[in-house]
């Protein structure tokens, strides 16, 4: 049974049909890559599985259960996370505190020391433990938020454009943190521009085009549709 | 034994990432600051002692304020509707129930209860309908201005609960002071020495009960609100709940320094709802540094002080001081002077050590 599915989807913002009709289906442990050109619908369908858009037809079910009226917070407690484009962090705190936020609800006090540790550890923070999220440089807000997401313990993790604005090197990095993460068993969909980047990780390539699902595939497949070149790959290699 | 490891694992939290004093130097200048509160009296008239507790009663306003707008991001302009919710409230119940048996003090939880349950209603609208930024500040603001207007024209002799008249414009007048029940007869909290010392004690403890609430888990929650709503919510936390506690909490803290003003003075008016009144609060926290109990507690006293010493010696030019200075605070230090100098001579202490 495939962990996230969704059933002819859609969403309209005044005339533009901006998710039309998707079909979609995520199975438990594939790394999945979405991508599109811009406008093509990622950020509203990515929206729509969290709960920050409410569909206007369709359904959405995440292991088994119908989500598609469910509140943001009530689909990350169903094991949902999510990493946002723009570093969604708490500029004005700790790192540590970052990560206690994010660990204190199904952490008890006695080990939480010790998770937030063995955390800075794996996002390669622990010396700027006590620095001011918002002072990290760009590439560590998105470690860290990779942290904080990963921090509860997702079965599915969401990540919108993960390495936007990263050196290569951070970006080969990062790719390597999610592959720890899915060897775990944590099941990731990205929206990501990065060919690169989803050529190392992606099992499977989901093209989104003004709002509907344009083709599905390997990344080799993919690169080699001719359609698909047409539409995105063949925008930026001119 | 459970028992006492968790009392003790709760009173650790007085110290914490969401309050800046701490270790022994910040705890050793609260212990001469409160030495030198309780020695006050010792020192001065007792008239003069009677007074100064007006400028006690707005501190706690004040750190509701701070826990609301300072920790929680939610800017209510609505602390004056909450005060003066429970100081009607206080009188009402009092005037009724009479000054024995204790019954002073019921009617002071009863009071802030009251405030409570109406932050409660209304704050329920205002976070579940998700409503945020300017538009909590003019919603709040217009019911502290609704309940104004209201309390003005309460003027007839219609308008009485009970033996309580209203009285409009003019204000209700002839409540009984706290007074509490002891053996050797009952003691009237007047403005004087012993009232002094009950609302220093229930400074101390709000204050350090506030310091615990905001380094607690729940206090993470508030601050991850303000800082990043979108975060908060989708790390699992449902924050319509946490801004409604926090706004609860700091709205009946606000009802606290109602009921005491209006026992202190046994008098309180429509005005002390008004425009502003409503904006004081404001000013009070944010020049000190909202952000923080302690610097909001050091502005507001250094505030209302310089307000009231301004007004006192006949300048009429008392609110456009108190205006100019939240001018000045905005442009020159956002997060509050206080909070600024502290982050200036950190910095200086920082540099000097890493030059020797």
């Known amino acids: 049974m495939a962990i996230l599915e969704t059933r002819q989807l859609n969403k309209r913002f005044g005339g533009l049909h901006v998710t039309g009709n998707v079909d979609f289906a995520l199975q438990p442990g594939e790394m999945h890559c979405l991508i599109g050109p811009n406008g093509a619908g990622k950020s509203t369908f990515f929206k729509l599985i969290l709960g920050e858009h409410l569909s206007d037809s369709g359904q959405i079910l995440y292991d088994g259960a119908d989500i598609t009226r469910a509140k943001p917070f009530e689909r990350i407690r169903r094991g949902i996370s999510v990493k946002f484009q723009v570093p969604g962090i708490f500029r004005e705190l700790s790192t540590r505190q970052n990560l206690t936020i994010a660990l204190q609800h199904h952490v008890s006090p006695q080990v939480l020391s010790e998770e937030i540790d063995r955390l800075l550890e794996f996002l390669k923070l622990a010396d700027d433990r006590d620095k001011q999220a918002g002072n990290l440089s760009h590439g560590q807000k998105q470690w860290l938020e990779i942290g904080m997401a990963v921090a509860l313990k997702p079965q599915l993790l969401l990540l919108d454009e993960p390495t936007a604005g990263m050196t290569p090197d951070e970006t080969y990095a990062t790719g390597a943190m999610l592959q720890d993460l899915n060897r775990a068993g944590m099941t990731v969909l990205a929206v990501e521009h990065d060919m690169a980047f989803v050529r190392q990780i992606a099992h499977q390539v989901t093209v989104l085009h003004l709002g509907k699902i344009f083709a599905q595939g390997t990344i080799d497949e993919i690169v080699a549709d001719e359609r698909v070149a047409a539409i995105y790959l063949g925008e930026s290699d001119a | ?356």
């Open chain 2, 1 to 356: 034994m459970l028992d006492s490891s968790r009392r003790a694992s709760i009173l650790r939290l007085v110290e914490g990432p969401q309050t800046m004093g701490r270790g022994p130097g910040f705890w050793t200048g609260f212990g001469l600051v409160l030495l030198g509160a309780i020695a006050y009296p010792f020192f001065a008239d007792s008239y003069d002692v009677g007074n100064n507790v007006y400028f006690f009663n707005w501190l706690f306003m004040a750190m509701g304020l701070s826990l609301i707008w300072g920790y929680g991001g939610a800017l209510s302009f609505g602390q004056t509707a909450f005060f003066g919710v429970a100081g009607y409230s206080y009188g009402v119940l009092t005037i009724n129930l009479g000054d024995a048996y204790g019954l002073t003090l019921l009617s002071l939880v009863l009071a802030v209860g009251i405030s409570a349950l109406f932050a409660a209603i209304l704050g329920y609208f205002l976070f579940f309908g998700r409503i945020s930024g300017v538009f909590l500040g003019i919603v709040t603001l217009s019911v502290t201005l609704v309940l104004e207007r209201f309390m003005a024209q309460t003027a007839g002799p219609q308008w009485a609960i009970g033996a309580a008249r209203l009285n409009g414009f003019n204000g209700m007048g002839a409540m009984p002071s706290l007074t509490i029940p002891w053996f050797g007869g009952d003691i009237t909290l007047y403005p004087d020495v012993a009232l002094y010392y009950v609302t220093l004690a229930l400074l101390v403890v709000v204050y350090l009960g506030l310091r615990i609430l905001v380094n607690s888990r729940f206090g993470n929650v508030i601050v991850a609100i303000r800082e990043n709503p979108m975060r908060a919510e989708m790390l699992g936390y449902d924050i319509r709940k946490y801004q409604l506690a926090t706004f609860v909490i700091g709205s009946a803290l606000a009802g606290l320094s109602g009921v005491l003003y209006t026992s202190w003075g046994n008098y309180i008016t429509p005005a002390s709802m008004g425009m502003t009144a409503a904006s004081l609060p404001i000013v009070w926290v944010a020049v000190g540094g909202r952000t923080d109990l302690t610097t909001t507690m050091i502005g507001t006293l250094a505030v209302l002080v310089i307000f009231q010493s301004l007004t006192i010696h006949g300048s009429q030019y008392a609110l456009i001081v108190m205006g100019a200075l939240l001018v000045i605070t905005v442009l020159v230090a956002p997060k509050g002077i206080v909070i600024a100098l502290v982050d200036l001579f950190r910095r200086r202490r920082s540099r000097q050590e890493g030059g020797a």
